[in-house]
């Protein structure tokens, strides 16, 4: 891995989940699929990466923790957001939203990679953080 500076990333630190939904915005709004995407952060909580998770179809999106820490691991991050994008627009979560938050909550914890600073749900005009609500 080699470290390079970034012009991608204007905000250079996350300090609220709408920091997180602004720079992930751009790249889950107009899909017209799920996609799921990690944010690796170092310990300032500044990006360092964000890599396109998951691809799936119109409402579903297939992710496994294991697949996740992966990178966070190889990444060196200090703690991970992790956002994915529902084409109906309606940010609310579903019940298997919740189910692999916690299951890669718990995953990152057994790593020592606090998850989920949160997870977000990314729509056009506005998002759900599961952490806000209670679900971290």
Not at 43 to 64: E, R, W
Not at 87 to 110: L, Y
Request: net charge negative; aromatic share 4%.
């Amino acid at each position: 891995m080699v470290r390079e500076s970034s012009v991608l990333y204007k905000n250079r630190r996350i300090k609220s989940p709408e920091d997180a939904y602004q720079l992930l915005k751009p790249f889950l709004v107009d899909s017209d699929r799920e996609q799921l995407v990690l944010l690796t952060l170092d310990t300032k909580n500044q990006p360092t990466a964000i890599h396109t998770f998951s691809v799936g179809t119109l409402n579903s999106s297939l992710v496994h923790p294991r697949e996740i820490m992966k990178v966070a691991v190889l990444a060196n991050s200090a703690s991970i957001i992790i956002a994915h994008n529902h084409p109906s627009q309606d940010p609310t979560e579903s019940r298997e939203d919740v189910e692999v938050t916690r299951r890669i909550d718990e995953a990152g914890k057994i790593l020592g990679i606090e998850l989920l600073l949160d997870h977000l749900i990314v729509c056009e005009d506005n998002f759900v953080s599961l952490k806000e609500k209670g679900h971290l």
